[in-house]
């Protein structure tokens, strides 16, 4: 199967993305002469960070660059780690913007990671720069016993570059960030899954690993296989394993002389949570998925999440996944929290939303404001005598003659539409009625009626008609209660301001092969000349004009040929066309 990416040549691709993103930020970002570097462009005079590693992590680590996070990050290509060079390089850069204050560098534990910055930080030292190094692994995937290389550097490295970058923000030493940073370090696990397995830019196939049927558990970031492979399972259930798991592999005890582990978190507990986006998951499903590991946590554990991020952090380029992150609040200095929260100008860092109190303020629902009764809509003085008898009259007239012609309606809507017109119609008409009779209907006053007439089409029709018609009726009912009072020209003007909603909010006008092609005229000579006889036939002849229009541009007669179209008019101009007539 091909291999399809957004991309040019493969070669060239971190060299292009490099240009984007400098493309994206010019005030914030520069890029290092001859190497893959790209450093703050302006950085305070404070201890600098910097990280890095391959691309295709984004937006690791060049999106956490700006103050109150990194300084600089190293771009290596394609989930390769950058050379010693590179890390030197900027290494030096940060160094003469801070007159040697210092300069962390922030690894994640993976081999060549930790080779090649740790050369970069030797060399450094040797040259009289002030450089130390802080690997980062906070994977819970692999057991403890699987040594240095088991416990990856995951999601949760964003997290150390924000306290960090914070900390040197307001002025902390090196040395003291250092200490900082594993104070943060023992408290933060990650774990995360997988639907499928990644393809990188380049790759002549598609990686197929995981089938249709299998995630995978416990993955690294550039696809290396995880702790288990296991059937499909909910947003929930996949939360629930991973949080398991997390809880299981534990973090070394603070106040312990021995290397003891105890549970990632306990009952009570503050958490950071971190939902991290592995590349390929929609918006929808990770707030599904974020919301899952909260409830969860805060059911199951008993904790408390004061503090929720979600989105992309640390990607596995375009995997379609996510990882959970825990950052145990409760065993860290209150300095840190304030670290975790401060602001920052790095483009792809989202302040999240710290919770003050449990319950969450968001689960309390906003009180549903009240429909308007239809007893309380202002209700003009009527100057129509006999309104009551009249309305009722006409009504009924409409509703029996429109569901007289249903097998007409249907025909024509058979070949112009989807065959429903007819059915829709004559189900609307024989609710209207049936209320009628009922004395569900409020005849004594237009703006009742119209009301109450809308409440019946918005119950009995559906569809795209029934909500135009449900629009129609009030829009007149609405425009009449701001009346001063009401004669037969406001219920004309009222018919026409209904009419006229129709086009603003449905898009249609004369000539689109619509029930607008019968309203519009008739609307107008209603308003122009008080005679429901000479509406009736505007509409009439609307409604025949549509047979001769060979093209639609609403409804679904837009979808058909000019062929199927012509010889037939549109069946909702034609309903039209029938009540006008029915009640002139």
């Known amino acids: ?35 893959d570097v790209l450093l703050d462009a302006n950085p305070p005079s404070t201890v600098q960070l910097i990280s890095g590693g391959g691309c295709g992590h984004e937006p690791s680590h060049a999106g956490w660059i700006g103050n109150g996070m990194l300084s600089g990050a190293v771009l290596g290509g394609i989930f390769a780690s950058p050379s010693v060079s590179a890390v030197l390089a900027a290494i030096r850069a940060a160094a003469a913007s801070n007159n040697n204050k210092g300069v962390l560098l922030i690894v994640k534990n993976y081999t060549g990671d930790r080779l090649n910055f740790g050369m970069a930080c030797e060399q450094a030292c040797q040259s009289n720069i002030n450089c130390r190094m802080v690997v980062v692994a906070d994977d819970c995937a692999l057991q403890r016993q699987k040594g240095i290389t088991g416990q990856r550097g995951v999601a949760g490295t964003c997290l150390v570059h924000k306290v960090a970058g ?11 960030i250092v200490d900082i940073v594993s104070e943060v370090c023992s408290q933060i696990g990650t774990l995360g899954v ?20 299998t995630i995978e558990i416990g993955l690294g970031i550039h696809g290396e296989a995880g702790m288990r492979q296991v059937p499909l399972m909910t947003a929930n259930e996949i939360a629930r394993d991973l ?9 070394a005890a603070t106040n312990s002389e021995k290397e003891d582990v105890i549970p990632f978190f306990e009952q009570g ?4 949570v971190l939902v991290n986006n592995l590349g390929g998951t929609s918006n929808f499903e990770m707030s599904i998925f974020a919301g899952a590991v909260v409830s969860e946590l805060e059911e199951a554990y008993m904790v408390k999440v004061s503090r929720l991020f979600v989105g992309s952090y640390m990607t596995a380029f375009d995997t379609h996944g996510a990882s959970i992150t825990i950052f145990n609040l409760s065993s860290v200095s209150d300095q840190i929290k304030t670290f975790l929260d401060a602001p920052c100008s790095a483009p792809s860092w989202v302040e999240c939303d710290p919770v003050a109190a449990h319950p969450r303020d968001s689960l309390q629902e906003v009180p549903e404001v009240a429909q308007v009764n239809e007893s309380t809509l202002k209700k003009p003085p ?19 003659k429109l569901s007289e012609n249903e097998a007409l309606l249907t025909k024509y ?3 112009v539409g989807d065959g429903d017109c007819g059915i829709t119609m004559k189900r609307g008409a024989n609710e209207i009625e049936q209320r009628l009779v009922n004395g569900d209907i409020d005849t004594t006053h237009p703006v009742s009626l119209f009301s109450n007439i809308a409440d019946g089409v918005s119950s009995a029709m559906g569809g795209t008609s029934g909500f135009l018609l449900e629009l129609c009726f009030r829009k007149m009912s609405s425009t009449l209660s701001k009346c001063e009072s009401i004669a037969a020209a406001d219920i004309n003007s009222a018919f026409m301001a209904g009419v006229d909603a129709l086009s603003i909010y449905g898009g249609a006008t004369i000539g689109s092969r619509t029930m607008m092609d019968a309203l519009i005229p008739a609307a107008k000579s209603l308003v122009e000349n008080s ?30 040929n000019a062929e199927t179209l012509e010889g037939t008019p549109d069946p909702g101009a034609v309903a039209v066309s029938i009540v006008l007539d029915a009640i002139s």
């Open 531 to 560: 005679d429901l006889k000479l509406a009736a036939t505007e509409a009439k002849l609307g409604a025949e004009s549509t047979a001769k229009m060979k093209l639609a541009s609403a409804g679904r007669s837009n979808y058909l």
């Open 243 to 251: 949080l398991k798991s997390i809880q299981d592999y534990g973090r």
């Open 413 to 415: 809507d058979t070949i």
């Open 269 to 272: 507990d503050d958490l950071c």
């Open 382 to 400: 009527l100057k129509i005598a006999r309104f009551d008898e009249l309305s009722k009259t006409l009504v009924l007239k409409a509703v029996q």
């Open 166 to 176: 914070a900390a040197a923000a307001a002025g902390k030493t090196l040395d003291e």
């Open 1 to 35: 199967m091909v291999v399809k990416k957004i991309i040019n040549d493969p070669k060239n691709a971190v060299e292009e993305f490099i240009g984007g993103i400098l493309a994206t930020y010019p005030n914030r970002l520069k890029k290092l002469q001859n190497h």
């Open 194 to 213: 997988s639907l499928d397995a990644v393809t990188v830019p380049g790759a002549k196939s598609l990686n197929t690993r995981l089938d249709d049927e």
